[in-house]
Nanobody, 120 residues
């Protein structure tokens, strides 16, 4: 089994910054893509940013220029640095990872989510 644990959420004023972390642990052979998604109240979950094992990144238009995704492969950890936060960034942020466990096929895992609230 694999667990993803997020941390770093909280309450911040508009214009402020937060750094989210997500550490994967368990029966991990390899992690391919890792990413961050978010879900605001009454809205569907949406992709924020993704990063491949080789470091290639892709961002939602809403995140470009303000958010930076990175990862530490040795620690099985992905980060999301969020700057210039806006009230519309308020959401529960979830990390996800494409994990191949020993003896198993690759599958997606999700964290439990961390709340980010941006006040105006």
């Amino acid at each position: 089994q694999v667990q993803l644990v997020e941390s770093g959420g909280g309450l911040v004023q508009a214009g402020g910054s937060l750094r989210l972390s997500c550490a994967a642990s368990g029966n991990i052979f390899r992690i391919n893509g890792m990413g961050w998604h978010r879900q605001a109240p009454g809205k569907q979950r949406e992709l924020v940013a993704i990063i491949t094992s080789g470091g290639q990144t892709n961002y939602a238009d809403s995140a470009k220029g303000r958010f930076t995704i990175s990862r530490d492969n040795a620690r099985n950890t992905v980060y999301l640095q969020m700057n210039s936060l806006k009230p519309e960034d308020t959401a529960v942020y979830y990390c996800a990872a494409e994990v191949t466990e020993y003896g198993k096929l690759r599958q997606d895992y999700w964290g439990q989510g961390t709340q980010v609230t941006v006040s105006s």
